[in-house]
Structures are given as structure tokens and as C-alpha cells.
């Protein structure tokens, strides 16, 4: 989550710079019974309600992970001939960061 309150916009207004919190999107909602069509009582409370692929602003998490490639003098190049080494060291690598946090 992030902070919205009163000194969140003291902040903005005086650097001059905008912030978006950007929420991950709900996976269940509560609709009551009577209720014929949910998607259109879902747009109504301003849930979007279209499917298929939504890109999220989450782009962070991409370059974290890059980044934590990149520490690896091997992978941080297109050193390796075959594919299928670069793709292991890529296991290895990413099974290491996550057993060293």
C-alpha cells in the first residue's frame, strides 16, 4: 500500500511531482444475490471487468530481476554458444538469489 494523506499532497505540491500507488487488482468481489448481471454491477462501482491480458504498471519487478542477473559476470554477457548452457546458468543463478534471501 502506500500513504494518501495529508502530507502526501504537501509533498507533491511542493517538489512538484506526481505519485501513483498502484494496487494489485482484486481476484474476488462481493455481489449480492439479487443481482442479474454482476458485469455490469461490477462497472457501475468502477471494477474492470474485461478479460484477457492487462498490463500492470509493475515494471520494477522486471528490472529487480535483470538486475539481480546481471551480478553474475557470465549471464551479465551473451557469452555461451548454446542456448541451453545460458538457460541453466539463469536456474542456477535465480535458485541461488532465492536461497540466499
Known amino acids: ?3 494518501l494523506g495529508k502530507s502526501m499532497q504537501a509533498i507533491t505540491e511542493s517538489f512538484g511531482r506526481t505519485l501513483e500507488i498502484v494496487k494489485r487488482p482484486r481476484k474476488w468481489f462481493r455481489v449480492p444475490s439479487g443481482i442479474q448481471d454482476i458485469n455490469s454491477y461490477l462497472r457501475e462501482r468502477g471494477i474492470d471487468t474485461s ?5 500492470l504498471p ?3 519487478v522486471v528490472e529487480r530481476t535483470f538486475a539481480w542477473i546481471n551480478r553474475y559476470r557470465r549471464l551479465s554477457k ?7 548452457t545460458s538457460e541453466t546458468f539463469l536456474f542456477v543463478a ?6 540466499s534471501t
Open 1 to 3: 500500500m502506500g500513504y
Open 58 to 60: 509493475r515494471r520494477w
Open 78 to 84: 551473451d557469452y555461451e554458444y548454446c542456448h541451453y
Open 94 to 99: 535465480m535458485t541461488r538469489t532465492m536461497l
Open 51 to 55: 478479460d484477457g491480458f492487462k498490463i
